[in-house]
């Protein structure tokens, strides 16, 4: 006999996203490239951008749900969905990184959702079902870092983005209020296994082939399922970086001309299948509460799902948000650095790249918590806080043993004691910054730095946060590790604006 569960309603309670600092000035790679293909250059204006070297999808998921989650807190997550078409690992489950990260692995589900450029949205659809069967809280992460090729139009269109929703019973701070979706083999462009890149098709084809005879038929479902006119929708998210599909689609279905929604080409570029994700959350920054916000998700078919905010919008918001982290900004213009960090360019990296980095694995599960979730020592007898933790407090007060509690640092400010600018060591983009740390609540550590300008003026006492990156990479064998770094704290918009 088949269980029966009860229907209750699903809607977003919190929401947050990341953009990477650093912003590729588009006009720089035009007009390296323009000698081969001079229609490159419509295309230059505005910027990308551009992880960093130590970034992928896996990390810039984790600063993104860090973002969301912060003002409410991690307690009862019942599940946390990762979508990309970029996940770093095709065997070995990437959204269980992310969760040892933000200490919520353990009797919690976990998925990837990969393949299209829907993926995003089509997680957002099945996190909503769970929740609406009482199944949640679910966390939805989706991120993106894509690799173009060279003088291509996906390498200035193309931006690197991530995006997190929090999805539970109830209506939160964004009710859904309908979702429908079309599943149909159409294939603007696809990467075959082990190809680095995109093949795409003809622009104008998938215009006027895809989005306005596909994207149509999915938001009429949905604005069926919510009840709505298409002339009250108030905010319209069409990820697509076609200057003339979002309008066109736009005056088709009805909607008003206002709701149509910047899509971020000039300022951050299209981040794939992330991208529906982060204008949603930009559209939540924004929106007032009872508006409505139509967000599509395009790819091999069609995801549209409609929300209403909610009065619980005006007092609940990100840390930083999409908003927030575009401003957080530098600009760049070094288009060959980036083709190097990003391995596009065979770049002669030396003796000393090539030592082994094999990890071993049963010395990385045991110390996973440590690695991959920054947890340090308490002392549960006078209180000082170490890291990493050991069998002996620290204190020349105290020195005892096995007195040691589990005690995060990750989300922990602290201040720099000491730093080395180190070029002698090999790194992917030297020089190798690192140093001492001290933790306002205490402890200490000797760490990594990233995000460093070449310019920067670092000092004693400048303070620092840890985010979750890219330790090395072991070529050799497909694999690469996690662990915290500092970067220095920065409010507000950044020299280069």
């Given at each position: ?12 309670h919190a929401f947050g996203g990341y ?295 005006a007092s609940a918001g990100p840390q ?91 989300e922990m400010r602290a201040t720099m ?81």
């Amino acid at each position: 006999m088949a269980r029966e569960r009860r229907a209750v309603s699903a809607g977003i309670h919190a929401f947050g996203g990341y953009v990477p600092r650093s912003r590729l000035q588009r006009r720089a790679i035009a007009e390296a490239n323009a000698w081969f293909n001079p229609a490159l250059l419509a295309l230059g204006r505005g910027e990308r951008a551009i992880a960093g070297w130590d970034e992928d999808s896996i990390t810039m998921a984790v600063e993104a749900a860090r973002d969301c989650l912060a003002p409410r807190g991690r307690e009862g997550i019942s599940q946390l969905f990762l979508a990309s078409t970029t996940l770093p690992f095709q065997d070995r489950q990437n959204a269980g990184v992310v969760a040892e990260a933000l200490h919520i692995a353990g009797a919690i589900g976990t998925l990837d959702i990969a393949g299209s450029q829907r993926a995003g949205t089509s997680a957002l659809i099945a996190a909503c079902q769970v929740a609406g069967g009482g199944g949640g809280p679910v966390l939805v992460a989706s991120a993106e870092k894509r690799r173009t090729k060279a003088a291509s139009a996906l390498e200035l269109t193309t931006g690197d983005a991530a995006a997190a929703l929090l999805v539970g019973e109830g209506d939160g701070v964004a009710k859904l209020l309908g979702h429908a979706t079309r599943s149909i083999d159409f294939v603007d462009h696809y990467r075959g296994q082990d190809e680095r890149f995109d093949y795409v098709w003809e622009e104008r084809w998938v215009r006027d082939e895809g989005f306005m005879k596909i994207v149509p038929e999915a938001v009429a479902g949905a604005l069926a399922a919510a009840g709505v006119e298409a002339g009250a929708i108030d905010h319209f998210c069409f990820p697509s970086p076609m200057r003339r599909a979002g309008p066109g689609v736009a005056k088709k279905l009805g909607l008003a001309e206002h709701s149509l929604r910047d899509n971020l080409q000039g300022t951050c570029g299209e981040a794939g299948a992330a991208h529906p994700l982060v204008m949603l959350v930009h559209a939540l920054e924004d929106a007032a509460p009872g508006e409505r916000i139509l967000v599509v998700g395009f790819g091999q078919g069609c995801d549209a799902l409609v929300f209403e905010s909610t009065g619980a919008l005006a007092s609940a918001g990100p840390q930083r948000g999409i908003s927030g982290y575009l401003n957080r900004r530098r600009a760049d213009a070094d288009y060959h650095r980036y083709l190097g960090v990003n391995d596009l360019v065979a770049l002669e990296h030396g003796l000393r790249s090539e030592t082994d980095r094999q990890t071993g694995l049963t010395t990385l599960y045991r110390n996973r918590d440590m690695v991959l979730g920054l947890i340090g020592g308490k002392c549960s007898k006078c209180g000082t806080l170490q890291f990493p933790k050991a069998n002996v407090c620290v204190n020349p007060n105290c020195h005892a043993a096995d007195t040691q509690e589990d005690h995060s640092f990750s989300e922990m400010r602290a201040t720099m004691r000491s730093y080395t600018a180190d070029r002698l060591t090999y790194s992917v983009a030297p020089p190798a910054y690192y140093g001492m740390v001290q933790f306002e609540e205490g402890g200490r550590a000797m760490i990594d730095f990233t995000d460093i300008d070449a310019d920067a003026r670092l000092g004693v006492g400048d303070p620092m946060r840890m985010v979750f990156r890219v330790k090395d990479y072991d070529t050799r064998r497909g694999f690469r590790r996690y662990f915290w770094k500092a970067t220095p704290v920065e409010e507000g918009p950044t020299a280069g604006d």
